[in-house]
């Protein structure tokens, strides 16, 4: 089984910077895209960013463009997302995700990291 462990989140004031790291567990992380999504409470989770198995595609959310860099180290089977500019719409639980070798669509996801940004 595909296991993600997220960390990083935290509390940070509006402005303020966090980065998140993931540490995979799986034979096929430089085969796998690898993403982040987010769910604040009440709100279904939405796509964060997402980068392809070399790093040579990344994605983000028009809400976070800009803001939000994502990176890998496939050497390390790790996955980092760093948040510049936050803000309080960026409270949420964040997950790190990664689609199947060679799949398109996210289907596995970790336990989830807490970042607040308070009003």
């Known amino acids: 089984q595909v296991r993600l462990v997220e960390s990083g989140g935290g509390l940070a004031q509006a402005g303020g910077s966090l980065r998140l790291s993931c540490a995979a567990s799986t034979r096929a992380f430089s085969r796998q895209t690898m993403g982040w999504l987010r769910q604040a409470p009440g709100k279904e989770r939405e796509f964060v960013a997402s980068?392809?198995?070399?790093?040579?595609?990344?994605r983000y959310a028009d809400s976070v463009k800009a803001r939000f860099t994502i990176s890998r180290d496939n050497a390390k089977s790790t996955v980092a997302l760093q948040m510049n500019s936050l803000k309080p719409e960026d409270t949420a639980v964040y997950y790190c995700?990664?689609?199947?070798?060679?799949?398109?669509?996210?289907?596995?996801w970790g336990q989830g990291t807490q970042v607040t940004v308070p009003s």
């Open positions: 995700a990664a689609t199947p070798e060679f799949g398109v669509a996210f289907a596995y």
């Open positions: 980068i392809s198995w070399n790093g040579g595609t990344t």
